[in-house]
């Protein structure tokens, strides 16, 4: 469904991005980690469309999106959380999905409304549905992100450190809401995350990023048993 | 409420028994009875010439073109993020257009209206100049391209170059005949582009504005098209100032570049909006008002008056962000126009 080829990204000098190759089928649950800069964000980015790659390609249902605008991605089917929560703060919580859900969803009024009914139930938003998103917390900011992103009823899911900050109880249910919509709606998931043990109970792949390469990709537990991805990441998270 | 169709994924809807507990609702009791009196007040205005002497119909006039004016430029900041220093370009476009269709023989008020149109028109080419920038660069950017018009304009001799010139085509009206004439079309004008407003920000586009104007970034990463809607917004400002612009010159019966381009319009309308209030719908009436009033007490000119409207515009912008009327909403907690969503929370076994 999503094939990053050969993608690079430089800033000035540095190349937080330096030749990735990524496939992602429909239906996937994939996970990325790797150490502070390693890049993971910028691949995001980069699948999103928010930023342009220097080189490679990126197609996303067999369409080359490599120059596509981001909002034309959310509209095809890429719903993205941020890693620092980016809400509209000026308008409510609701009004933040029904953004969402009519343009990149592309539901009319009615049908949006469901929507972000429906997402916010799942986000445990729907109590604070009427307040200004700018007077959420941090952690409802990242609901909101997660909420939002739902609400333009995306094929491909890309979150970005989500779950960071959550108390086990929050993100026990965090992980069943993930799985839900993987397993049940059939939703495609990059999930970016440091926390590995929550992260490999919904994910069926792991990626690995060190300095803007990918280093291991495959099943969970072998890419954690490899010596390279021990050295270069889990030795210094001790995760 | 009919369950929610997945149009793309074809996945099967949510089990919204369980989860979609609750209503939207825009309208309330409070905000119809508004949105009512205000139809009642555009009502009974536009009963004033009948009953009212020449002096109030004037003054009014030149109240409801600061209204039309700060409904524009908040329309453009307070909903689309875009804050410019540059709509008097539109409002002396307005102007010298309704000279210019007079002097091809239109009448002048029909000139009016089309000067209007005439507004719209030179946005959408510009539009793709101005809409590169973000933040600063917009506003000055704005301002520069007004300049230019202006200096443009000032150089046209037909269009009596840098002195003015009358408009003389209106004399061939009995003067309270024009004065009225004149009032109907200004509450005409800015009722209709309220109204335009109005709906706007109702429909979906009025959310995706607000996603722009709070975060550009985040609201292309939804799928909003962020060009498009600044353009349709910047477009419709440039109208409304244009049509300010056309009335200003039926109401003083003279233009002159310096005076009609003057930065001075940008004054008074971000005054007038961070007063009564940016991103309300009433704010900016009731800022309008308020620089009404200042007017005729300190008259419209001099350095220290602009120096002192910009002072108190700042001192708003940094302690009553929201104005008067936010300062009104948010004590109250009531909305008092039916603009924003609010979700009634539904009993979960209703479904
Ligand atoms: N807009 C930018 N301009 C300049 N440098 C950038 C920009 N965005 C990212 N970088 C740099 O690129 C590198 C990769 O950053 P990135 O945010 O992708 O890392 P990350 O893997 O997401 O890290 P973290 O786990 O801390 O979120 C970093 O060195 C960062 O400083
Ligand atoms: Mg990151």
């Keep these: ?239 | 409420m009919e369950p929610q169709t997945d149009t793309r994924t074809g996945a099967a809807p949510e089990p919204a028994a369980a989860l979609a507990a609750g209503q939207v609702s825009r309208w309330t009791r409070l905000s119809a009875g508004f949105t009512g009196g205000l139809g009642v007040v555009v009502l009974l205005l536009a009963l004033v010439p009948v009953a009212m002497g020449a002096t109030l119909v004037q003054d009014l006039t030149t109240l409801l073109i600061l209204v039309l004016m700060a409904t524009m430029w908040n329309a453009l900041a307070g909903y689309g993020g875009l804050v410019s220093v540059g709509l008097q370009a539109y409002i002396g476009l307005g102007a010298y257009a309704t000279v210019w269709f007079s002097l091809q023989g239109v009448d002048p008020y029909w000139g009016m209206v089309l000067a209007t149109l005439f507004c719209a028109v030179v946005a959408l080419p510009l539009s793709f100049l101005v809409l590169r920038f973000r933040g600063a660069q917009f506003a000055i950017g704005t301002w520069v391209v007004a300049e230019a018009i202006g200096i443009y304009v000032g150089l046209d001799n037909q269009l009596g170059a840098g002195t003015g010139i009358s408009l003389v085509q209106l004399d061939s009206y009995a003067t309270s005949t024009r004065e009225h004439i004149t009032y109907w079309l200004t509450l005409a004008l800015t009722t209709f582009f309220s109204v335009i407003v109005f709906m706007l920000l109702r429909g979906r586009l009025g959310a995706s504005l607000q996603a722009i104007r709070d975060d550009e970034q985040a609201a292309a990463s939804v799928g909003v098209r962020v060009v498009s809607a600044k353009r349709i917004l910047f477009i419709l400002a440039s109208a409304g100032c244009g049509a300010a612009g056309a009335m200003t010159a039926a109401n003083i019966l003279f233009v002159q570049p310096t005076a009609i381009f003057s930065v001075n319009y940008s004054a008074f309308m971000i005054f007038m909006v961070l007063v009564g209030g940016i991103g309300t719908f009433e704010g900016p009436i009731v800022g309008a008002v308020i620089l009404y009033f200042i007017q005729q007490q300190f008259g419209n000119d001099g350095t220290w008056y602009l120096i002192g409207l910009g002072a108190v515009a700042i001192l708003f912008a940094v302690f009553l962000p929201r104005g008067l009327w936010g300062l009104l909403e948010e004590r109250t907690g009531l909305r008092f126009m039916p603009l924003g969503y609010r979700v009634r929370r539904r009993a979960r076994e209703l479904r």
């Design chain 1, 1 to 239: 469904m999503l094939v990053a080829t050969g993608v690079r990204r430089d800033f000035g000098a540095l190349a937080a991005l330096d030749g990735v190759d990524l496939r992602i089928d429909a239906g996937d649950a994939v996970g990325i980690v790797g150490p502070n800069g390693a890049g993971k964000t910028t691949l995001l980015n980069v699948l999103a469309g928010t930023i342009l790659p220097s080189a490679g390609s990126v197609s996303f249902k067999g369409q080359d999106v490599t120059r596509a605008r981001a909002d034309a991605r959310a509209r095809m089917g890429i719903g993205r959380a941020h890693q620092i929560p980016r809400p509209f703060g000026g308008m409510t919580v609701f009004e933040n999905c029904f953004v969402g859900a009519s343009t990149g969803g592309g539901l009319r009024r009615r049908a949006a409304y469901e929507r972000c009914l429906t997402v916010l139930e799942m986000s445990g938003l729907a109590e604070l549905a009427d307040r200004r998103a700018d007077t959420l917390g941090l952690l409802e900011r990242k609901r909101l992100e997660l909420a939002r992103a739902l609400a333009t009823n995306p094929e491909l899911l890309l979150l970005d450190e989500i779950g960071a900050g959550l108390t086990d109880a929050e993100s026990a249910q965090l992980v069943t809401l993930i799985q839900e919509l993987n397993r049940r709606d059939g939703i495609a998931v990059v999930w970016i995350e440091h926390i590995v043990h929550v992260l490999v109970q919904v994910v069926e792949r792991l990626v690995c990023m060190v300095s803007g390469r990918v280093l291991a990709d495959g099943e969970p537990k072998a890419v954690l048993a490899d010596k390279r991805v021990v050295d270069a990441y889990l030795g210094s998270a001790a995760a």
